[in-house]
């Protein structure tokens, strides 16, 4: 549990203070692709915390889902839909449920120790 946090912790720190510009126009796909790699991390998480944690689903994974969101962000503005509200919308949901069920799990395992 605590490896996957201090891996998140330190690319938050690398993406604050590394003098890396994304270009304005990229801005939308890249939003979506950070996006879909959070979704998998808090999913890796989850899983870890369920005791079922597969290195190889969680990269692949972690790897598809970035580049398809990547990809349908991209082939929507080409076709003039804003497929990407649609990717922010069904990630957001998601990244929310896996936290949620993260906080429970803790709070779950806490409360049987002290019981």
């Given at each position: 549990?605590?490896?996957?946090?201090?891996?998140?912790?330190?690319?938050?720190?690398?993406?604050?203070?590394a003098p890396?510009?994304?270009?304005?126009?990229?801005?939308?796909?890249?939003?979506?692709?950070?996006?879909?790699?959070?979704?998998?991390?808090?999913?890796?998480?989850?899983?870890?915390?369920?005791?079922?944690?597969?290195?190889?689903?969680?990269?692949?994974?972690?790897?598809?889902?970035?580049?398809?969101?990547?990809?349908?962000?991209?082939?929507?503005?080409?076709?003039?839909?804003p497929i990407?509200?649609?990717?922010?919308?069904?990630?957001?949901?998601?990244?929310?449920?896996?936290?949620?069920?993260?906080?429970?799990?803790?709070?779950?395992?806490?409360?049987?120790?002290?019981?």
């Amino acid at each position: 549990m605590i490896y996957p946090l201090i891996g998140f912790l330190l690319g938050i720190i690398v993406g604050i203070y590394a003098p890396i510009n994304i270009p304005v126009i990229y801005a939308p796909y890249m939003s979506i692709a950070v996006l879909a790699a959070m979704d998998s991390v808090f999913g890796g998480i989850r899983a870890v915390e369920e005791n079922n944690f597969n290195m190889n689903i969680f990269i692949t994974g972690f790897f598809s889902n970035t580049l398809l969101a990547g990809f349908l962000a991209y082939f929507g503005d080409r076709m003039g839909l804003p497929i990407y509200m649609a990717a922010i919308f069904a990630f957001g949901v998601r990244i929310f449920q896996n936290l949620a069920i993260i906080r429970r799990l803790i709070v779950q395992r806490i409360f049987q120790k002290n019981n």
